[in-house]
């Protein structure tokens, strides 16, 4: 893959976008952009090679998206103008959204109020966008329907707005590291992208479809090949790693000046004195024979679609590093396939309540390891997750609940012979002989000997880039940012960052880990976005047009 760069400046303090494309292309994503005035001062600019080097690049983007899993594809989708409309003979089983709908039938979904359209839909994500776009896209899906989407897309090609979305991998983010780590993924329509059916698409993969569920590396594939089918492939660039991401200032009584990271200290004592400029973006690309190549970026915007899958979870207690205890699932899967845990009688030990847990007790029962499994909550406790999933669509999980909730331990008979719950305990301490110690909410505590231990707690996202680790993000700042215990704060219709302008985040950074809610927050900030280049463009015909860009 070619590395990539952009030396040349545009009008003021925007500079040109390029990519693989045409002088042409380039023209016109600009005009399309800033307003058709503007054309006299790009249609010079020269073309970029796409074997120059990132050192030196003086590009300005209107967005650079951080994470290309779904989240990121999603967001892209949408930037290069694809435009959702209500399908001419379609009917939204809920009345009163569908009335709604069809008084703006003729605008698509991004030019509408996500609001008005919003109010009173219930669902399963607390981000009210999500839930629409949800059900805009599978109507009743929380009942078990697979009823087709409402919506129709367009490519309207004017509406393309200049972005970038970096990756570390291929495009599908973390689902391409999930091989063997997850046993199966519930089927329905729920991991598709806008578009491209994922059914039409895995059916033509598959000679023989057979069940409901499909494995973590046909997802990733579906993924991969989305980019390529919509045409985003040259909005995306693999193997590149972020080291930082910082808000450029400028001196308000200095028109001439360059603009500049500053302490947050010397903000604080002087925050009047200071104008907030564009994002700077540093980090390295690995290219062929495993050099780095650094590269410097500046955004308008940036998005954070990083998921929470890089760094797992852990208890924190006494002997969690002795090289028996698992804090992921490709480490137990490995363990399991090189023959480690084959003939074991003693137990494998599973922490956690979540649906990673229950992919490590299924990978365990269906391989004959007995399983002790340690939880927390009570099995009755209505955030489990399990209570947000249809039985119908996840058979498998609702049978890990099941045999929580039926076969949970008793003094009496002790540890049954395959699978045994422990509601409210937590481990108390490992120890070297590969026993480890449980303690329940009454202070009892037990002793078991052990085949092998996974933690399946949770994980973090990597937001070392940022400042204070992102912590200031969420909505308890003193927390590191989780997706269920302290999400990014963001504005609940723009996704832009409460405690940040300019900065938006989406998918497990706000809450939402299922790809079928995801979605909701690509469209939430491609209409921010694009009502501001409304903006931006009227001000600009205001102007004159002939002026140069404020």
Not at 118 to 128: F, K
Not at 186 to 195: A, D, I, Y
Request: hydrophobic share 35%; proline share 5%.
């Amino acid at each position: 893959m070619p590395v990539w760069c952009c030396r040349c400046s545009l009008a003021g303090h925007f500079r040109n976008y390029s990519d693989t494309e045409t002088e042409g292309e380039i023209f016109n994503s600009f005009v399309q952009y800033f307003g058709d005035n503007l054309g006299p001062k790009v249609k010079g600019m020269p073309l970029v090679e796409e074997t120059s080097l990132l050192e030196d690049s003086s590009v300005t983007l209107p967005m650079v998206i951080i994470g290309n899993g779904p989240s990121g594809i999603c967001l892209s989708y949408m930037l290069s103008g694809y435009r959702p409309y209500l399908s001419s003979e379609a009917i939204h089983p809920n009345t009163i959204l569908h009335s709604k709908l069809e008084e703006a039938r003729h605008l698509s979904i991004v030019d509408q109020d996500l609001e008005y359209l919003s109010e009173g839909l219930e669902g399963r994500s607390s981000n009210p966008v999500a839930v629409l776009f949800d059900t805009l896209l599978h109507p009743d899906a929380d009942f078990g329907y697979e009823s087709r989407s409402i919506l129709h897309w367009k490519l309207e090609q004017h509406h393309y707005i200049p972005h970038l979305v970096l990756g570390k991998g291929p495009p599908g983010g973390a689902w391409h590291n999930m091989e063997g780590s997850m046993l199966t993924i519930s089927f329905g329509n729920w991991m598709e992208l806008p578009g491209l059916q994922f059914k039409d698409w895995i059916s033509s993969k598959r000679r023989n479809l057979k069940g409901d569920s499909v494995m973590p590396e046909e997802i990733a594939r579906y993924y991969k090949h989305y980019v390529k089918v919509m045409g985003l492939q040259k909005n995306f660039r693999e193997n590149t790693y972020i080291t930082s991401v910082s808000r450029l200032y400028r001196d308000q009584g200095d028109n001439g000046s360059q603009d500049r990271d500053i302490s947050t200290k010397h903000l604080q004592n002087q925050k009047s004195k200071f104008i907030k400029r564009n994002w700077e973006i540093r980090g390295y690309q690995r290219i062929a024979g495993g050099s780095h190549v650094p590269f410097c970026l500046f955004a308008e915007n940036v998005a954070l679609a990083t998921g929470t899958l890089d760094s797992p979870a852990h208890l924190e207690v006494e002997g969690e590093e002795f090289p028996f205890v698992f804090h992921s699932m490709p480490e137990f899967g490995a363990a399991i396939n090189k023959g480690k845990l084959c003939g074991r009688v003693d137990p494998v030990l599973i922490v956690g309540s979540g649906l990673t847990a229950a992919d490590a007790v299924l990978c365990a029962y269906n391989n004959n390891i007995p399983v002790i499994h340690v939880f927390r909550r009570r099995v009755t406790d209505p955030s489990l997750i399990f209570k947000q999933l249809p039985k119908k669509l996840y058979p498998e999980y609702h049978k890990v609940y099941h045999m929580m909730c039926s076969q949970s331990y008793s003094a009496d008979s002790g540890p049954l012979s395959d699978y045994t719950s422990f509601p409210e305990h937590r481990v108390l301490s490992f120890k070297a002989d590969m026993k480890c110690i449980l303690q329940s909410v009454s202070g009892l505590k037990k002793i078991f000997k052990l085949s092998a231990a996974v933690i399946l707690i949770g994980s973090h996202p990597n937001l070392s880039f940022l400042k204070e680790q992102g912590c200031y993000l969420g909505r308890n700042s003193s927390q590191p940012i989780t997706c269920k215990g302290n999400p990014v704060e963001v504005d609940a219709y723009t996704y832009e960052c409460v405690k940040e302008a300019n900065l938006f985040a989406l998918g497990p950074l706000v809450g939402d880990n299922f790809v079928r809610f995801l979605k909701g927050g690509a469209l939430g900030v491609t209409r921010c976005l694009a009502t501001r280049q409304k903006k931006k463009q009227h001000l600009f015909v205001q102007r004159g047009g002939g002026d140069g860009v404020a």
